[in-house]
C-alpha cells in the first residue's frame, strides 16, 4: 500500500474524503476545502496537429443522469490517482469522436433505430463515401462510369473488372450521395470527404489529372459548405488501391506504371488548385489534406511506401491544409491475444505522432493538423473485433489519441460485413446469428459513455501504481464538473483512491461500469452496464442504455473506486453549487 498523504498541507485543494485523510484540509460537507486557494485553469496553446480542428470547439455542459446508490470501494486501496484540474493538456476536438460511412450499408437514413443510435453516439463527423472505395467512386454518376474510366484496374498487381461506385444510384442495397447528407443531418454530423484521386491515374482521357481535379472541384461546388474537410486519395499509396498501378498503354500523359510520392504530391498541387477556386465560388470555408504513412515502412517494403513521406511532403507539405493518416492497431491478419490488442491502444497514437513530427521537421514543413481517419484493429479469427476487448481499445485509444493531439479521428466504420466474426463494422449489418439488423456491438456502448463522461479539457493527472494494468484519462466540464475515466486493461481488480486538486467539488460523484459478458472466457461478444446485460445474444442494452442508473455516492474527501479486471469505469464529480 502506498503512502496515504498525496498533497500535504499545501496543495490547493482536496476532495471526496471518506474520512480526514490529507493534514491541512477542513470539509465543508461539499466535498471541498475551505482554507485553500484554487487555482484557474489555463488553457495552453492549440497544438499545431489540431489546429483548425479546434474551430469549432464548444463548452461543453455535464448533465446529471439518474441515479442509484453505488458501493464505494475499499479503502485498502492499490492505486493512487492525482487530477489537477488547473492544468489542461488540451482542449478537446470536437472531431475526435468521428466514424466512417461506406456505399455497402444500404440506404440507411430510412432506418430509424440506426440513426437514432448515430445520433446518441454523436460523432460530429462522418467519413464517406467508404475508404479504398473513394477511388473508384464516381459522385455524380448514377449507373455508368465517365468514358474515360477504363473496364480494368489493378489491385494487388492483378487486373480486374473495376467495379465502380456511383452517387446517384438510389437502389436499397448501397448508400447514396444524397441520403449520406441526409444522414449528415439527421444525426447533426459534419463531414470528410475523401475525393477520387485514382482517376488522376487510370483515367484515359489525354490529361487524366486536370480531369479528376475537376470532378472533385465539383464536388466542391455542389456540396456547398456541408463538409470543411476533404482528403486527396484513400490510401493512395497502397498497392491494393484503384491508381497504385496503372496500364501504361491507356495512359497519356506519361505516367509511371506505379505511383509514387513526389508523383502524388504533384498531383496534389492540381487538385488543391481546382478545390480552392471550387470553394470561393461557391463560398465555402474547406481545408484539403493529403495521404501520409504513419510509421517508418516496414523492412523490405516496396518502392513506393520507402520513398512515400519524403516525396508527398517535399512536393505539397506546405501546400495542404492537414495530413491524413490510417492506423489498424495490431499486426495484419494476426490472432491477436487480449493483452496485446490492450497494449496497442496507447503505443501506436504515441509513436505514431513522434514520427509524423519527425517527418514533418525532416522535411521542411511546418507542422499541420493531423487526422486518423481510419482507425480500429484488424485481429482476426477469434471474434476481437466484436468482442467487449474491442470496446475496451476503443476508449483506451481515444484516450490516447487525445491525449496525443490528433485534430481528427474517425473510427472504421459504422457496418462492415460479419465474416465469422471478423467484423470492424460498430451495428451489425445483419449477417450475425441470432443478432437483429443494426444491433448495436459492445464498441458503441464504450463510447457512447465516453462521449457523455468526458469533459471539453484533457487535463493532466498522476498516477501511482506498482502495476501497468491502469490507464487513467482526466477532464473537465465548462460547466464546472470534473472526472476520470478508468481502464484497467489487467486480469485482476484493483482499488484507486481519486484526489483532485484545484477543484471546488459539489455534493455527490457519478460513475458507470462497463465489464465483457460471460458468453465466452477472453473474447466476450457482450457488455454489462453498471449490472445491465444485454438485450441480444451478443451486444449490450440497446433497449436501456439512455437510461441506465449511474452509481452515485456522496462527496466528502477522498474516492475509493473498485475497478474490475478488463472494466472502463467513467466517472465525474459534481461541481460546488
Not at 488553457?43 to 455542459?61: Q, Y
Not at 447528407?181 to 439527421?186: C, I, M, P, S, T
Not at 461500469?513 to 445491465?532: I, K, R, W
Amino acid at each position: 500500500m502506498m503512502k496515504p498523504t498525496l498533497f500535504a498541507a499545501l496543495v490547493a485543494i482536496c476532495v471526496f474524503a471518506a474520512c480526514a485523510k490529507h493534514a491541512g484540509t477542513s470539509n465543508s460537507g461539499s466535498g471541498s476545502t475551505t482554507d485553500t486557494v484554487i487555482t484557474p485553469p489555463t488553457d495552453p496553446a492549440v497544438s499545431a496537429t489540431v489546429g483548425f480542428f479546434l474551430n469549432d470547439w464548444t463548452p461543453k455542459t455535464f448533465t446529471v443522469p439518474s441515479t442509484t446508490a453505488g458501493t464505494v470501494g475499499s479503502t485498502s486501496y492499490t492505486d493512487e490517482l492525482t487530477i489537477d484540474i488547473s492544468k489542461v493538456l488540451t482542449k478537446v476536438s470536437p472531431y475526435v469522436y468521428g466514424n466512417n460511412t461506406n456505399l455497402w450499408m444500404g440506404q440507411i437514413v430510412t432506418q430509424s433505430n440506426l440513426v437514432g443510435y448515430i445520433k446518441d453516439l454523436s460523432p460530429n463527423i462522418l467519413r464517406a463515401p467508404a475508404g479504398s472505395n473513394s477511388d473508384i467512386y464516381f459522385w455524380n454518376q448514377a449507373s455508368a462510369p465517365p468514358s474515360d474510366a477504363p473496364v480494368l484496374l489493378y489491385s494487388n498487381g492483378t487486373e480486374d473488372t473495376a467495379g465502380y461506385w456511383y452517387g446517384g444510384n438510389t437502389q436499397s442495397w448501397t448508400l447514396s450521395l444524397s441520403n449520406y447528407y441526409a444522414l449528415q443531418a439527421a444525426t447533426s454530423s459534419g463531414g470528410i470527404i475523401t475525393v477520387n484521386y485514382g482517376y488522376a491515374r487510370y483515367g484515359t482521357s489525354a490529361d487524366p489529372v486536370a480531369a479528376a481535379a475537376h470532378l472533385a472541384a465539383d464536388w466542391v461546388r455542389y456540396d456547398k459548405g456541408k463538409s470543411k474537410f476533404w482528403e486527396i486519395g484513400n490510401e493512395t499509396y497502397g498497392n491494393w488501391e484503384a491508381g497504385y498501378q496503372i496500364d501504361q498503354s491507356l495512359n497519356h500523359d506519361n505516367q509511371p506504371q506505379f505511383v509514387t510520392g513526389d508523383l502524388y504530391g504533384q498531383h496534389v498541387k492540381v487538385f488543391v488548385d481546382s478545390m480552392r477556386a471550387a470553394a470561393q465560388e461557391v463560398g465555402s470555408t474547406i481545408y484539403i489534406g493529403a495521404t501520409l504513412l504513419d510509421a517508418a515502412p516496414y523492412t523490405g517494403a516496396y518502392q513506393s511506401l520507402l520513398t512515400w513521406n519524403q516525396g508527398v511532403l517535399t512536393e505539397a507539405g506546405n501546400l495542404v491544409d492537414f495530413f491524413e493518416v490510417h492506423d489498424y492497431f495490431t499486426p495484419y491478419n494476426d490472432n491477436t491475444s487480449e493483452a496485446n490488442i490492450l497494449a496497442s491502444a496507447t503505443t501506436v497514437p504515441t509513436n505514431a505522432m513522434t514520427y509524423l513530427n519527425q517527418q514533418m521537421a525532416q522535411y521542411g514543413v511546418t507542422p499541420k493538423p493531423i487526422a486518423l481517419t481510419e482507425w480500429n484493429i484488424q485481429a482476426v479469427n477469434s471474434k476481437q473485433d466484436v468482442s467487449y476487448i474491442a470496446g475496451v481499445h476503443a476508449v483506451k485509444a481515444l484516450g490516447s489519441i487525445i491525449k496525443n493531439h490528433f485534430g481528427e479521428a474517425s473510427r472504421w466504420d459504422l457496418a462492415n460485413g460479419w465474416n465469422g466474426g471478423n467484423d470492424m463494422g460498430m451495428f451489425s449489418e445483419g449477417g450475425e446469428p441470432n443478432v437483429p439488423l443494426w444491433n448495436p456491438r459492445p464498441v458503441f456502448f464504450y463510447l457512447y459513455y465516453f462521449q457523455k463522461f468526458f469533459g471539453d479539457r484533457m487535463v493532466s493527472d498522476t498516477l501511482q501504481s506498482t502495476s501497468s494494468d491502469l490507464t487513467t484519462y482526466s477532464s473537465s466540464f465548462t460547466s464546472g464538473q470534473a472526472g476520470t475515466i478508468v481502464v484497467n486493461s489487467g486480469t485482476t481488480a484493483h482499488t484507486l483512491a481519486i484526489d483532485f486538486k484545484n477543484f471546488a467539488a459539489g455534493s455527490h460523484y457519478y460513475w458507470y461500469v462497463l465489464t465483457g459478458g460471460t458468453d465466452v472466457a477472453q473474447f466476450s461478444g457482450q457488455v454489462v452496464v453498471n449490472g445491465t446485460g444485454p438485450n441480444n445474444a451478443e451486444g449490450g442494452p440497446a433497449s436501456s442504455y439512455a437510461s441506465i442508473k449511474a452509481y452515485t455516492a456522496p462527496l466528502t474527501g477522498t474516492i475509493y473506486l473498485s475497478v474490475p479486471a478488463r472494466a472502463v469505469v467513467y466517472l465525474v464529480a459534481d461541481k460546488k453549487s
